[in-house]
């Protein structure tokens, strides 16, 4: 069940939770602000979670390279 893998794998599932998660936050604001036609909050509400994906997708993105 434990082998030397469970760590980097364990990290790159958390991280992509909360990559999806963000993502999914960030997608929902526009289209609440559409409906509701607010502004003043709207812009931090979206800025906020994808910023943070981002930066997941960003610290991510080297871990699938090949050292060859």
Do not use: K, Q, Y
Request: charged fraction near 10%; aromatic fraction near 8%; charge should be negative.
């Amino acid at each position: 069940m434990f082998n030397p893998a469970t760590g980097p794998e364990t990290t790159h599932m958390i991280l992509a939770a909360l990559m999806v998660a963000g993502f999914g936050v960030a997608s929902g604001t526009p289209w609440r602000s559409c409906a509701d036609g607010t502004t003043g909050t709207t812009v931090s509400a979206f800025s906020f979670p994808l910023t943070g994906a981002a930066i997941v997708v960003l610290t991510r993105c080297d871990c699938h390279s090949s050292s060859d």
